[in-house]
Nanobody
Framework: VQLVESGGGLVQAGGSLRLSCAASGFTFDDWNIGWFRQAPGKEREGVSCFSRTDGRTNYADSVKGRFTITSDNTKNTVYLQMNSLKPEDTAVYYC????????????????????WGQGTQVTASS
C-alpha cells in the first residue's frame, strides 16, 4: 500500500492549491480517503474525507466553503482543492486510507485510518 501526496507549495494568502493523493497497492475504491494536516507545534487534525460507501464528504469547520475533496477512480487519485488559503492553513498535509463505515466518513478519529502518505508542505503567507 502506498499513498503519495503532491501539489503543496508556497502561496500568498487568498491563493489556491490543489493537492493530489495517488494510491497504489490496494483496491482504491474499497476504502475511504481522508486528508489531515499538522501545523508546527499542533496536533494533527482532520481536514476532509471522502466516503466510498455513499460518496459523502466531510469537512472541518475551518475549511468549509473553501476546500473541496474529489476522487478520480480512473487515476486512483484523490484531490483536495484549496481556495482562499489563509496563513492558518499552513501545515504539512497528509492523505490516509481508512476503513469504510455504514455512512459517511470519519474526520475526528485517526483510528479509522491505517495507511498514511509522507505529507506535503503547504504554506500560505500573509
Amino acid at each position: 500500500v502506498q499513498l503519495v501526496e503532491s501539489g503543496g507549495g508556497l502561496v500568498q494568502a487568498g491563493g489556491s492549491l490543489r493537492l493530489s493523493c495517488a494510491a497504489s497497492g490496494f483496491t482504491f475504491d474499497d476504502w475511504n480517503i481522508g486528508w489531515f494536516r499538522q501545523a508546527p507545534g499542533k496536533e494533527r487534525e482532520g481536514v476532509s474525507c471522502f466516503s466510498r460507501t455513499d460518496g459523502r464528504t466531510n469537512y472541518a469547520d475551518s475549511v468549509k466553503g473553501r476546500f473541496t475533496i474529489t476522487s478520480d477512480n480512473t487515476k486512483n487519485t484523490v484531490y483536495l482543492q484549496m481556495n482562499s488559503l489563509k496563513p492558518e492553513d499552513t501545515a504539512v498535509y497528509y492523505c490516509a486510507e481508512g476503513a469504510t463505515i455504514i455512512d459517511g466518513c470519519i474526520l475526528d478519529s485517526e483510528s479509522y485510518y491505517f495507511s498514511w502518505g509522507q505529507g506535503t508542505q503547504v504554506t500560505a503567507s500573509s
